[in-house]
């Protein structure tokens, strides 16, 4: 179970890391029904998964436009695994992530109806509008403190070293695109677990994520994410 919370709070942070269109960005479309297919290659570029994503509802509060997407994850044989939903808000010329949002609706359920008490407290992941080459961006984390029948359980999620390092044309099955390239190290901590690895992004303008790789500290490519349809 541990390995699942961990599994799905990396996937969701990494993937989550979008930016706004209309009434803020010209990056992410955020508009209802919008759909994006994301596959998961292991590091020797063998299908390890798909991740689905739709806009479900997109509304206004105040000066701030607000996306809700619900998420299914399917292992490589189809099957599901599971399924959450998370939101954003785009106000001020920023994207901004809710890291209580971060952590699967489905799970937090499954551990409310098993009376697991549970503390999630955090920084929220910030991207701002205007990206440039060379230019630094706020950490951002997410701690999890769990309590279940006296069993206490911690997880942690740390971003640093968050920067904009590029600009690059890539290609996926779902096209060509023109993309700015962002990279940052993770941090994970759970009980007797520690990672850290380092991770490639990159953006294209309305669509959004188009590509991300995650490395070992050493640079031994770990696996990649691929959009490979989409439709808005």
Not at 70 to 83: A, Q, V
């Amino acid at each position: 179970m541990k390995k699942i919370i961990l599994t799905t709070l990396i996937t969701v942070f990494v993937s989550v890391w979008v930016k706004a269109q209309d009434n803020c960005s010209s990056y992410y479309p955020m508009v209802e029904g919008s759909t994006f297919e994301y596959t998961n290659y292991n590091k020797k570029g063998k299908v390890d998964g798909v991740t689905n994503y739709k806009v479900s509802a997109v509304t206004s509060e105040g000066a701030a436009t607000k996306a809700s997407l619900d998420l299914k994850m399917s292992d490589k044989k189809g099957k599901e695994i599971f399924n959450s939903e998370y939101s954003f808000t785009c106000e001020n010329n920023m994207v901004k992530i809710d890291y209580q949002s971060l952590f699967p609706a489905q799970m937090m359920k499954q551990y409310s109806e098993m009376d697991v008490e549970m503390d999630i407290t955090g920084t929220d992941i910030e991207l701002p509008n205007d990206l440039s080459v060379g230019e630094d961006l706020a950490d951002a984390n997410v701690a999890i403190a769990m309590n279940m029948s006296g069993i206490k359980m911690n997880i942690s999620v740390d971003q640093t070293n968050r920067k904009v390092i590029g600009e690059e044309k890539v290609s996926t099955p779902a096209g060509s695109f023109d993309c700015i390239v962002l990279a940052e190290t993770t941090r994970t901590k759970t009980m007797g677990a520690n990672m850290e690895f380092n991770s490639k992004l990159w953006l294209a303008e309305g669509v959004g994520m188009i590509k991300q790789e995650t490395y070992k500290k050493n640079g031994d490519l770990m696996g990649k994410t691929e959009l490979t349809k989409f439709s808005k």
